[in-house]
């Protein structure tokens, strides 16, 4: 496994706070290896840039992308351990959600973290673990864009059901964490409709977040906001590959609003 494959490198504000103290846990000599390549006398950040410079903008992204990764697999870790146990068939779906996302170094890599991230989890105690995650939410918050973490908690939905079988602790472990990370049940239950959203005109005003009871102009509204937070442009900068993600979800909100659209005649 080649550090800096999927994560690595520039890994920004998650080396502090809780998130910091999984990061030396989990991937410790990546950790490492990211302080040797860019502590503070490097000229490689402490080079004058100017606001457009390329060189420093490839950095930020880098940095926001392995933010971002590893506080998916942090988060995926709860959900995956929500019911308490973790099944052979769970980690299967993470395995072929990572390698179908992101390939097969991310395959590889985020389950050799997650396997980590779980024994930290045993050797501190579920409670304790549990302060970690809300912890770590409240960090995620502070330094992550509200989009970025619309689609955290869309992964987090796509792994619950990618075995068909959405479990009642998984569904309240997800909106546990999207509280904490500042977003609202509502945005959950949006992201667990979205497959439906398409062919069920229940889970499409799901999708919307609106009553069926709506007006036609309070379902505009709604369509305009979530259409214009999840656009796909606004997590371009995580990399092609969470960006295709978003664009298959916005396409399911629009399919939703389609089928909504349809039958009020709009």
Request: aromatic share 10%.
């Amino acid at each position: 496994m080649a550090a800096g494959k999927w994560i690595g490198g520039a890994l920004g504000w998650i080396t502090g706070g809780p998130l910091g103290a999984l990061v030396g846990f989990a991937m410790g000599y990546l950790f490492d290896k990211g302080l040797d390549n860019y502590s503070e006398n490097d000229t490689y950040i402490n080079r004058e840039y100017d606001d457009y410079g390329s060189t420093h903008r490839q950095y930020r992204q880098e940095e926001q992308r392995n933010s971002f990764m590893f506080s998916l697999l942090v988060l995926t870790a709860y959900i995956i351990r929500a019911d308490g146990k973790v099944m052979h068939s769970e980690m299967e779906v993470v395995r072929n959600f990572l390698r179908q996302n992101f390939g097969e170094s991310a395959k590889v890599q985020g389950e050799q973290i997650l396997l980590k991230i779980f024994e930290q989890q045993k050797n501190i105690g579920a409670q304790q673990f549990e302060s970690v995650i809300r912890d770590s939410c409240h960090q995620i918050a502070v330094y992550m864009p509200f989009e970025q973490r619309l689609q955290l908690i869309n992964f987090l939905t796509i792994i619950a059901r990618a075995d068909g079988i959405v479990a009642t602790e998984e569904v309240k472990a997800i909106k546990n964490v999207a509280i904490h990370l500042g977003l609202s049940i509502a945005d959950v239950e949006s992201m667990l409709n979205l497959k439906d959203g398409s062919t069920n005109l229940d889970a499409a005003y799901k999708v919307l977040g609106v009553s069926p009871d709506a007006s036609n102009d309070e379902v505009k509204k709604a369509y305009r906001k979530l259409a214009l937070q999840n656009h796909p442009d606004r997590v371009a900068t995580l990399g092609e590959d969470i960006k295709k993600a978003a664009e298959i979800k916005f396409k399911e909100i629009n399919a939703a609003k389609e089928l909504i659209w349809k039958e009020r005649g709009l």
